[in-house]
């Protein structure tokens, strides 16, 4: 069954270190590719997306990420983090003959400490 | 904001009654979904709809069923409630190969 791997389950950072959270899929055909936050409390709102073109993808927020196709990965990163970057951090998958069905990774709880 | 709403926002219920759960979009958009989320699972997929009428099971469908009557609404139902359904639901509908999602709606059986 297809998959999505976050291992990282709880990142712990100080303001201003870099952060990357690890994103792996299993599905070997034609992929999107997001990142959603979910802040505490809140609903989950889309940091950025992979569709085709450019593997380098820039969102809100100072937040990029990486697809690399032959590691099958899709990694999050920011070079300087701040306090209300505090969130919970979400990679999904839809493979694109699947109705638009999202497959979720568990979760990256980030904690950035003032 | 995508204009989805869920109603109601919080509901504490007991084992045995049965719960129904409502997303209102204002987009038109074909495509609308029920998601659970518990801690270290990540969103999982309920049930899904690609049209007025026209419903299908997701990854964790088992004592949930769903109705849509009108484009804009997608109704999720807890026939019996069991305490495994405690949980926080989000509806999601699809906009530009992109899921949105509502504020979710934090249920709890007892």
């Known amino acids: 069954a297809q998959s999505v791997s976050q291992h990282n389950h709880h990142v712990i950072l100080s303001e201003a270190a870099s952060l990357e959270l690890g994103c792996n899929y299993s599905?070997?055909?034609?992929?999107?590719l997001f990142w959603y936050v979910q802040y505490p409390g809140q609903h989950l709102q889309l940091l950025l997306k992979?569709?085709?073109?450019?593997?380098l993808v820039k969102g809100i927020k100072g937040f990029e990420a990486e697809f690399i196709k032959s590691k099958f990965s899709f990694n999050l990163r920011k070079p300087s983090v701040q306090w209300s970057d505090t969130a919970e951090y979400f990679c999904?998958?839809?493979?694109?003959?699947?109705?638009?069905?999202?497959?979720f990774g568990s979760g990256t709880r980030l904690l950035v400490r003032p | 904001d995508a204009g989805i709403t869920q109603s109601p926002r919080h509901k504490v219920t007991e084992t045995g009654t049965p719960v129904t759960l409502r997303c209102h979009q204002t987009e038109n958009h074909r495509y609308m979904y029920w998601y659970r989320q518990d801690p270290g699972h990540g969103l999982r997929l309920i049930h899904y709809?690609?049209?007025?009428?026209?419903?299908d099971k997701g990854e964790v469908s088992d004592g949930y069923s769903v109705s849509r009557s009108k484009t804009e609404d997608f109704l999720l139902t807890l026939e019996s409630a069991t305490s495994s359904q405690t949980s926080v639901y989000f509806c999601?509908?699809?906009?530009?190969?992109?899921?949105?999602f509502g504020p979710g709606t934090r249920l709890t059986v007892l």
């Open positions: 999904a998958v839809i493979r694109m003959d699947s109705s638009y069905k999202l497959i």
């Open positions: 999601a509908i699809t906009g530009g190969d992109t899921q949105y």
């Open positions: 992979y569709f085709s073109g450019d593997p």
């Open positions: 599905y070997g055909g034609t992929v999107n």
């Open positions: 709809s690609y049209g007025v009428k026209d419903t």
